[in-house]
């Protein structure tokens, strides 16, 4: 049930959405599949339980089917491995233990894919899953527009071998719905828009609807621009439409299943991969309607997220196999909590996290990492590392490292070298003039963070500031304090004697939760040390395989704003807490603490003129939506990243 319905009003919902649903299928006959999740199955059962004795009454008798969506309705490329399949399972066992039925077809949360999560699917046994055409259709020009109308088959990722027939949803299909229901569109409109799909040569399969009943016949009163409910009644509407097609020669109405008898005709059964370079997580609906609504908005997706992650360790940790307490981390990392939801939810939400993360989570982590040494004041040792304080650069290097910091910039990463793999520096500043296109006629910097806020400069560690070097047993330590305005960003660098790696640890105070977006962590790529024609990028968005995207001569920039409301359109899940970028001769991953933050990466690349191109990682802690809530506390930003050379799985 939607996030902005308080608990009190849930029966109402029952009544008013999910009664007139069941009479849609048992009076007039309608074919439906139904989804719900494990949970909300539960709460129908503790509020409501005749719906579910009529509900399993209507499933046993094959009028409708259920369709599967795990225990809760997690975002799947935002959530470990673990997560997912557990998600599944929980749901499965739900599901038989309420019903006496297991689904056969699931549907992808909030049509949140990626190619990492197909395996869950898979390996709970489901025949297929459902997801939408229209966004993954953008990035796939090769695709024909025919193949919309039949079964796919998705492919997993990492495993072309791997996949699971596919059912279209379509946006566009059932906003149609939801506008004719609600009085928008005639029923002549729309007849006539679904007759636009139909052709008598062929027998095509066109989803009606496929999204929430809670907006028929009832509003939550979540925005400003709702529509008052139709005086017709919408569910009347509805049955009004129905009536009309099953009399239609030109539409049959069947259940999702039966979508599946198409797999063997002409436009079916291709084995697509529905993400790309562009649009690694594909998210139903509009571009405001992306991966970030449940990662880096809302009232504290950031702070919420992280502290599901630090149960999650925990949990590993100590091979945690309770059903009940996977179960309630599956209720806490649901997507209700990280969009609209009510002041009195978000209150009950945030105890339930925090009553639940003492119980697992020891004690709060040391950005400084204290437990382990003392630091001290750097002398020169007797070890292999040398240091060259000049007059505008601080250079660090070691046998297999070597690091300069610009002293006048905040101490950003100047050139960073990988010895044992190149002579070049792979990544570092590219200086004003670097490119000829004008529209490239600034410095790009590595190592800094940037926050924005409207009709304000940016706020960065770009000035000079104070730095400081000090050692451990294991390395040398450089930090920096930087402050602009009321903003103070406070960062250290860790260089290890004998390891081919290097630390960047942050940490920024803001005196508020303001709209803003907030970058802690910007690299760039040295264009002349990696082989264009085999550059990628590669990282995990909820499965157990890494997902590997192949820039090409692709326009790709992840954190592009749609508007003045929505300040980024996509993003990477990175749940492992790892992103690799290289070519076929060299890859550097960079990973990042999610017990820390759980901060969300983006890829910003672009071909320039000549065989040139521009190359970005940047990770995001705060982006904009209209989820987005304000809040007077002083916003403390805590992440550490280890930057080495990748080891292939």
């Not at 088959?153 to 949803?169: H, M």
């Not at 828009?193 to 028929?216: C, H, M, Q, S």
């Not at 910003?604 to 995001?620: A, I, K």
């Given at each position: 049930?939607?996030?902005?319905?308080?608990?009190?009003?849930?029966?109402?919902?029952?009544?008013?959405?999910?009664?007139?649903?069941?009479?849609?299928?048992?009076v007039?006959?309608?074919?439906m599949?139904?989804?719900?999740?494990?949970?909300?199955?539960?709460?129908?059962?503790?509020?409501?339980?005749?719906?579910?004795?009529?509900?399993?009454?209507?499933?046993?008798?094959?009028?409708?089917?259920?369709?599967?969506?795990?225990?809760?309705?997690?975002?799947?490329?935002?959530?470990?491995?673990?997560?997912?399949?557990?998600?599944?399972?929980?749901?499965?066992?739900?599901?038989?233990?309420?019903?006496?039925?297991?689904?056969?077809?699931?549907?992808?949360?909030?049509?949140?894919?990626?190619?990492?999560?197909?395996?869950?699917?898979?390996?709970?046994?489901?025949?297929?899953?459902?997801?939408?055409?229209?966004?993954?259709?953008?990035?796939?020009?090769e695709?024909?527009?025919?193949?919309?109308?039949?079964?796919?088959?998705?492919?997993?990722?990492?495993?072309?071998?791997?996949?699971i027939?596919?059912?279209?949803?379509?946006?566009i299909?059932?906003?149609?719905?939801?506008?004719?229901?609600?009085?928008?569109?005639?029923?002549?409109?729309?007849?006539?828009?679904?007759?636009?799909?139909?052709?008598?040569?062929?027998?095509?399969?066109?989803?009606?609807?496929?999204?929430?009943?809670?907006?028929?016949?009832?509003?939550?009163?979540?925005?400003?621009?709702?529509?008052?409910?139709?005086?017709?009644?919408?569910?009347?509407?509805?049955?009004?439409?129905?009536?009309?097609?099953?009399?239609?020669?030109?539409?049959?109405?069947i259940?999702?299943?039966?979508?599946?008898?198409?797999?063997?005709?002409?436009?079916?059964?291709?084995?697509?991969?529905?993400?790309?370079?562009?649009?690694?997580?594909?998210?139903?609906?509009?571009?405001?309607?992306?991966?970030?609504?449940?990662?880096?908005?809302?009232r504290?997706?950031?702070?919420?997220?992280?502290?599901?992650?630090?149960?999650?360790?925990?949990?590993?940790?100590?091979?945690?196999?309770?059903?009940?307490?996977?179960?309630q981390l599956?209720?806490?990392?649901?997507?209700?909590?990280?969009?609209?939801?009510?002041?009195?939810?978000?209150?009950?939400?945030?105890?339930?996290?925090?009553?639940?993360?003492?119980?697992?989570v020891?004690?709060?982590?040391?950005?400084?990492?204290?437990?382990?040494?003392?630091?001290?004041?750097?002398?020169?040792?007797?070890?292999?590392?040398?240091?060259?304080?000049?007059?505008?650069?601080?250079?660090?290097?070691?046998?297999?490292?070597?690091?300069?910091?610009?002293?006048?910039?905040?101490?950003?990463?100047?050139?960073?070298?990988?010895?044992?793999?190149?002579?070049?520096?792979?990544?570092?500043?590219?200086?004003?003039?670097?490119?000829?296109?004008?529209?490239?006629?600034?410095?790009?910097?590595?190592?800094?963070?940037?926050?924005?806020?409207?009709?304000?400069?940016?706020?960065?560690?770009?000035?000079?500031?104070?730095?400081?070097?000090?050692?451990?047993?294991?390395?040398?330590?450089?930090?920096?304090?930087?402050?602009?305005?009321?903003?103070?960003?406070?960062?250290?660098?860790?260089?290890?004697?004998?390891?081919?790696?290097?630390?960047i640890?942050?940490?920024?105070?803001?005196?508020?939760?303001?709209?803003a977006?907030?970058?802690?962590?910007?690299?760039?790529?040295?264009?002349?040390?990696?082989?264009?024609?085999?550059?990628?990028?590669?990282?995990?968005?909820?499965?157990?395989?890494?997902?590997?995207?192949?820039?090409?001569?692709?326009?790709?920039?992840?954190?592009?704003?749609?508007?003045?409301?929505?300040?980024?359109?996509?993003?990477?899940?990175?749940?492992?807490?790892v992103?690799?970028?290289?070519?076929?001769?060299?890859?550097?991953?960079?990973?990042?603490?999610?017990?820390?933050?759980?901060?969300?990466?983006?890829?910003?690349?672009?071909?320039?003129n000549?065989?040139?191109?521009?190359?970005?990682?940047?990770?995001?802690?705060?982006?904009?939506?209209?989820?987005?809530?304000?809040?007077?506390?002083?916003?403390?930003?805590?992440?550490?990243?280890?930057?080495?050379?990748?080891?292939?799985?």
């Amino acid at each position: 049930m939607y996030s902005s319905i308080e608990i009190e009003d849930r029966s109402k919902v029952i009544k008013k959405c999910y009664w007139p649903l069941l009479k849609l299928a048992e009076v007039n006959e309608i074919p439906m599949g139904i989804e719900l999740s494990g949970c909300t199955l539960e709460k129908i059962n503790e509020i409501d339980s005749e719906w579910v004795k009529k509900f399993k009454k209507l499933l046993i008798a094959g009028k409708i089917e259920l369709i599967g969506s795990g225990y809760a309705q997690i975002i799947g490329p935002l959530v470990p491995a673990k997560v997912n399949d557990w998600n599944q399972r929980l749901g499965l066992e739900i599901y038989e233990n309420i019903l006496g039925i297991r689904p056969r077809i699931a549907l992808v949360n909030e049509m949140a894919y990626s190619g990492g999560i197909v395996e869950h699917y898979i390996n709970n046994n489901f025949d297929a899953i459902i997801m939408e055409w229209n966004n993954p259709r953008r990035y796939h020009p090769e695709w024909k527009n025919d193949w919309r109308y039949f079964p796919q088959y998705a492919v997993a990722a990492g495993a072309s071998n791997r996949n699971i027939p596919l059912i279209w949803a379509d946006s566009i299909a059932f906003q149609k719905f939801q506008r004719y229901a609600q009085g928008e569109l005639g029923l002549e409109e729309y007849i006539e828009y679904l007759k636009g799909n139909y052709n008598k040569d062929e027998n095509r399969y066109f989803p009606v609807y496929a999204n929430d009943v809670e907006i028929f016949d009832f509003r939550p009163n979540r925005y400003n621009t709702e529509i008052e409910i139709n005086k017709q009644g919408e569910w009347s509407r509805i049955e009004t439409f129905f009536s009309q097609i099953k009399q239609s020669n030109s539409f049959k109405l069947i259940k999702p299943s039966k979508v599946l008898l198409g797999l063997s005709e002409k436009n079916a059964g291709n084995k697509l991969k529905l993400e790309s370079p562009e649009q690694p997580i594909p998210v139903k609906k509009q571009e405001k309607y992306n991966i970030n609504r449940w990662a880096v908005t809302g009232r504290d997706d950031l702070g919420i997220n992280t502290k599901c992650y630090q149960i999650y360790n925990s949990f590993i940790e100590n091979n945690n196999t309770r059903f009940e307490d996977w179960k309630q981390l599956c209720y806490l990392w649901s997507s209700d909590f990280r969009t609209h939801i009510t002041q009195k939810r978000w209150d009950a939400y945030k105890k339930r996290l925090n009553d639940f993360k003492k119980k697992w989570v020891d004690e709060k982590i040391n950005i400084d990492d204290n437990k382990k040494t003392v630091q001290l004041p750097y002398k020169k040792k007797d070890k292999d590392i040398s240091i060259i304080d000049s007059r505008k650069f601080l250079t660090i290097e070691t046998k297999v490292l070597r690091c300069s910091l610009n002293k006048f910039k905040g101490l950003t990463i100047d050139k960073l070298w990988f010895k044992e793999k190149s002579k070049e520096p792979l990544i570092g500043t590219l200086s004003h003039g670097y490119y000829d296109d004008i529209s490239f006629g600034a410095d790009f910097y590595s190592g800094h963070a940037i926050i924005e806020k409207p009709g304000q400069h940016k706020f960065t560690n770009l000035s000079k500031g104070n730095h400081f070097i000090s050692y451990d047993s294991e390395s040398i330590i450089i930090s920096c304090e930087n402050i602009d305005r009321d903003v103070w960003f406070n960062k250290k660098y860790k260089v290890y004697f004998n390891e081919c790696c290097m630390e960047i640890f942050y940490e920024i105070i803001i005196p508020r939760r303001d709209i803003a977006i907030i970058h802690p962590l910007n690299i760039t790529f040295i264009p002349t040390s990696f082989d264009k024609d085999t550059l990628f990028y590669a990282t995990h968005n909820g499965g157990r395989k890494i997902e590997k995207f192949e820039v090409k001569d692709n326009i790709i920039n992840h954190a592009q704003s749609l508007s003045s409301l929505i300040s980024a359109k996509q993003g990477l899940g990175a749940t492992e807490g790892v992103v690799v970028v290289g070519d076929d001769r060299k890859q550097i991953s960079f990973w990042h603490d999610q017990t820390m933050s759980s901060l969300i990466p983006s890829i910003h690349y672009l071909p320039v003129n000549n065989n040139q191109y521009f190359l970005r990682l940047q990770y995001s802690a705060q982006e904009i939506d209209e989820t987005f809530i304000k809040n007077r506390e002083v916003q403390k930003l805590e992440s550490c990243w280890k930057i080495n050379l990748w080891q292939d799985e």
